[in-house]
C-alpha cells in the first residue's frame, strides 16, 4: 500500500486519556448498522502504525475481536454490561486496564460502541482507581476536558459507583 491508505485512518473519536499509553475510541468500524468492514481495517492499519499493542473491547458481544488478533493487535473483551451491572463489573474492568498499563510499553485502546458518557465515566472511574486523580469532581474534569464535552448524569453515575464501592488499585492506588 502506498500513499493516504498505507497510514490508515484514526479511529473516530478518538482521545487520548495518557498519551502514548491509554486512549479511548468507538468501536474501530463503527457500530451497528454504520459498521464498515474496510472502514475498521483502515482504522487497525493505524492502531498499529501508532504502536498500539492492545484493544480493550467493553463490548458485551465479541464483535471485531478476530479481526484484532488478525491485524496483529491483541485484544481483551471485558463487557461493561448494563448501566444496572456497574457496580458488579466496574472493578474487573478497572483491574484488567491496570494490569495491561503495567506492561512497559504498553499503549491500549479501549472501546465501546461510541464514546458516549457510559464509555467516558469508565475512564473517569478508572482515574480514580489507579490513583492517578483523589477526587471524583477531578477525573470529570479532566475526562469532560479531554472529550470537549460534559459528562452527563451517566458517566457521573459511574464515577458515583467507583467511590461507593471503594474501587482501588491496591494501596494508595498505581501510578501511570
Not at 487520548?16 to 472502514?39: Q, T
Not at 458518557?117 to 479531554?146: C, F, K, N, T, W
Not at 448524569?153 to 491496591?170: D, N, P
Request: hydrophobic letters at 40%; glycine letters at 12%.
Amino acid at each position: 500500500m502506498r500513499g493516504r491508505w498505507a497510514q490508515g485512518l484514526e479511529p473516530r473519536n478518538f482521545i487520548w486519556i495518557i498519551k502514548d499509553r491509554l486512549a479511548v475510541s468507538e468501536r474501530p468500524g463503527g457500530y451497528a448498522r454504520n459498521h464498515r468492514k474496510v472502514r475498521r481495517e483502515e482504522e487497525l492499519i493505524w492502531l498499529e502504525r501508532h504502536g498500539f499493542t492492545r484493544i480493550v473491547s467493553l463490548l458485551d458481544s465479541p464483535h471485531n475481536l478476530a479481526a484484532y488478533e488478525e491485524a496483529g493487535i491483541p485484544a481483551v473483551q471485558v463487557p461493561l454490561g448494563r448501566p444496572d451491572e456497574a457496580s458488579e463489573r466496574l472493578a474487573g474492568v478497572y483491574a484488567v486496564l491496570a494490569t495491561l498499563l503495567e506492561e512497559p510499553g504498553a499503549c491500549i485502546l479501549v472501546h465501546h460502541e461510541d464514546v458516549g458518557d457510559r464509555m467516558l465515566g469508565v475512564i473517569a472511574g478508572y482515574l480514580l482507581y489507579s490513583g492517578a486523580v483523589d477526587q471524583g469532581p477531578h477525573a470529570i474534569l479532566i475526562v469532560e476536558r479531554l472529550a470537549g464535552r460534559e459528562l452527563q448524569s451517566e458517566g457521573r453515575e459511574i464515577v458515583a459507583v467507583t467511590i461507593e464501592e471503594g474501587l482501588r488499585a491496591g494501596a494508595g492506588g498505581r501510578s501511570l
